[in-house]
């Protein structure tokens, strides 16, 4: 079964940094798309980046202090300029399917994912 485990989260104050890193267990890692998406308590999961097909996807509210990234074996995601609205579970995952943005920030389009990473930003 494929296992994604997400790491480096943490309590940063605002305007500071924090990456992300997301490892993949049996999974061809290569051929595979990931994204990020996050949950802050009471509201609905949302996209927060994505990469796939030599292409990266960002949620505007992330755009241009987000950066996704990928090696063989992971893929990261460094935020910068942290706000306290940013401060949310986030959860890497998996999708070997998609085309475009409208796909890949839809989380029914991702098969797997990990058990999230806390981040929380304080003012």
């Known amino acids: 079964q494929v296992q994604l485990v997400e790491s480096g989260g943490g309590l940063v104050q605002a305007g500071g940094s924090l990456r992300l890193s997301c490892a993949a267990s049996?999974?061809?890692?290569?051929?595979?798309?990931m994204g990020w998406f996050r949950q802050a308590p009471g509201k609905e999961r949302e996209f927060v980046t994505a990469?796939?097909?030599?292409n990266t996807y960002y949620a505007d509210s992330v755009k241009g202090r987000f950066t996704i990234s990928r090696d063989n074996a992971k893929v990261y995601l460094q935020m910068n300029s942290l706000k306290p609205e940013d401060t949310a579970v986030y959860y890497c995952?998996?999708?070997?399917?998609?085309?475009?943005?409208?796909?890949?920030?839809?989380?029914?389009?991702?098969?797997?994912w990990g058990q999230g990473t806390q981040v929380t930003v304080s003012s």
């Open positions: 049996r999974l061809t890692f290569s051929t595979y798309a």
């Open positions: 990469i796939g097909g030599g």
């Open positions: 995952a998996t999708t070997g399917r998609c085309s475009g943005y409208g796909c890949y920030a839809s989380f029914l389009q991702y098969d797997y």
